[in-house]
């Protein structure tokens, strides 16, 4: 049975048509305006705001029990960091770990072990620190410890893991830059063992204007990991196999590329960051622009989970935080010296 949607599209008045073959339910979080969301690929046109209480959600995963998960940053007061379960059954919103705020702030970032590896969730943040492992996250004994060891990261913006427990993460570091007004990412793309200990540099930072700078979403293909990129808007592929990056599809513009997904037909879904064109682009397997979901309610994406009609577990999913909030916040906190 085909779901609702959640998305007022371009294509909707024949300006874009994203191909489809099937219906996908894709969730989306925005951190602008603190929504859940749910639309279905084949119908984009009807809007289902899931949950209006979040605060700042900068990260989405499906669980293998069926729930979606949340990251939030909380809002600097009287909310701390904190992931959020949301049971799609019962539609209830409850916490599942809460974060402590200063040495533990704004999780970016959701992903989980194998099942045979233990299963944990894995929680990357914006900012300096290791990655989180959250054990029984699925019940309500929820507990927090550091994950990875062997390097310090700058940053954990996106995750994605592998069957035999390979984790790959986004390293990004953010530095302002009084000159621009803003802060600019830079990092490269980084794996951990099974065991948590660091491996390897996978992806390379292209610290310039048309490579890899700034990694933000990550999503595990087969063989292909894809970094988006969020200072000049792309998407880049490697090859794990012969360890080769190529850039693979671009936004056209900075700030566009940050949370990633694929639909059952192999396209991939890229979140905007910027809040300013309230979009979702679409790219076929092979890198083509295939359209774009945009819809008054996306603002800020956060986060972005699309399953498959019926329920079959080919999902990708990897949370991202969005730079305007960041600056905003760190703003803040400069001012009140928290």
């Not at 954990?156 to 009084?178: E, F, I, K, Q, R």
């Not at 850039?247 to 809040?275: C, M, R």
Request: net charge negative; with cysteine; aromatic share 8%.
């Amino acid at each position: 049975m085909i779901r609702k949607v959640l998305v007022v599209s371009l294509f909707t008045i024949g300006l874009l048509r994203p191909c489809t073959a099937g219906a996908d339910t894709v969730y989306v979080v925005s951190k602008s305006t603190n929504k859940l969301l749910q639309f279905d690929t084949a119908a984009p046109g009807s809007v289902t705001t899931l949950t209006s209480s979040l605060f700042s959600p900068s990260a989405l995963a499906l669980g293998s029990d069926g729930n979606l998960y949340i990251a939030e940053w909380g809002n600097g007061d009287t909310v701390d960091p904190r992931i959020s379960r949301f049971n799609l059954a019962t539609q209830q919103l409850s916490i599942v770990a809460t974060l402590d705020y200063a040495t533990q702030q704004n999780p970016s970032s959701i992903a989980f072990r194998p099942a045979s590896q233990g299963g944990e969730m894995l929680v990357g943040r914006l900012g300096a620190g290791p990655i989180l492992k959250v054990a029984d996250w699925s019940g309500s004994g929820a507990s927090v410890s550091d994950y990875t060891t062997g390097l310090a990261l700058d940053g954990g913006l996106g995750l994605a893991t592998a069957a035999d427990g390979t984790l790959y993460v986004s390293n990004a570091l953010y530095t302002y830059v009084p000159a621009l007004g803003f802060a600019v990412a830079s990092g490269p793309v980084v794996s951990f063992g099974a065991d948590g200990a660091y491996a390897a540099q996978v992806m390379a930072d292209g610290s310039g204007e048309g490579g890899l700078s700034g990694p933000t979403g990550l999503l595990l293909s087969g063989q292909t990991l894809y970094a988006t990129s969020v200072m000049n808007g792309k998407i880049f592929s490697t090859n794990l196999v012969s360890q080769v990056t190529t850039e693979f599809a671009t936004t056209g513009n900075p700030f566009e590329a940050g949370p990633i997904s694929q639909l059952s037909n192999g396209s991939l879904l890229v979140g905007s960051v910027s809040g300013q064109s309230d979009t979702i682009y679409q790219f076929s397997s092979g890198g083509t622009f295939a359209g774009v979901f945009t819809n008054g309610n996306f603002g800020q994406i956060g986060g972005i989970v699309a399953v498959p009609e019926p329920g079959a577990i080919v999902l990708s999913s990897v949370g991202v935080v969005c730079l305007v909030g960041w600056l905003r916040r760190e703003r803040g906190r400069s001012s009140n010296h928290r």
